[in-house]
């Protein structure tokens, strides 16, 4: 099956973010509410409109917004993806920084290396 979002140079690494969301709600829960920042609206306006609408609506969930960033990400920034698999403390520390992708991508990349820390 092609996604609206397969003829994106990241669309590979959306794709992997979808399937884990899925696999892990919980901790994209967790990750979600562990980190966010507002880099959201300066990287949705540089995003590709039709593109985040499609895997926007994929992310639909409570968990899935943690996602949202990370793929809002993987649209507006094309050379990005590399972050996914550094660990998360250096992809916090670029954010801190100012790289406004690795804002976005620092939830992902606690969901994705299992660091989250659940709190009931």
């Known amino acids: 099956m ?3 979002w397969a003829d994106l140079p990241n669309a590979k690494h959306i794709d992997r973010l979808l399937a884990d969301l899925k696999k892990n709600p919980d901790r994209w829960s967790a990750a979600w509410t562990a980190e ?3 880099a959201w609206n300066a990287a949705r306006d540089a ?3 039709d593109e985040w609408a499609a895997a926007y609506g994929a992310a639909r969930s409570a968990a899935g917004t943690a996602a ?5 990400a993987l649209i507006a920034y094309d050379d990005c993806a590399y972050l996914l698999d550094e660990k998360p403390e250096h992809v916090q520390m670029l954010g801190l920084l100012g ?3 690795a804002l976005l991508l620092y939830p ?3 969901a994705l290396h299992k660091e989250v820390v659940y709190v009931n």
């Open 2 to 4: 092609t996604t609206a």
């Open 36 to 38: 966010w920042n507002a």
């Open 47 to 49: 995003a590709r409109t």
């Open 68 to 72: 949202k960033g990370a793929i809002l």
């Open 99 to 101: 790289n406004q992708a």
């Open 108 to 110: 992902a990349c606690l």
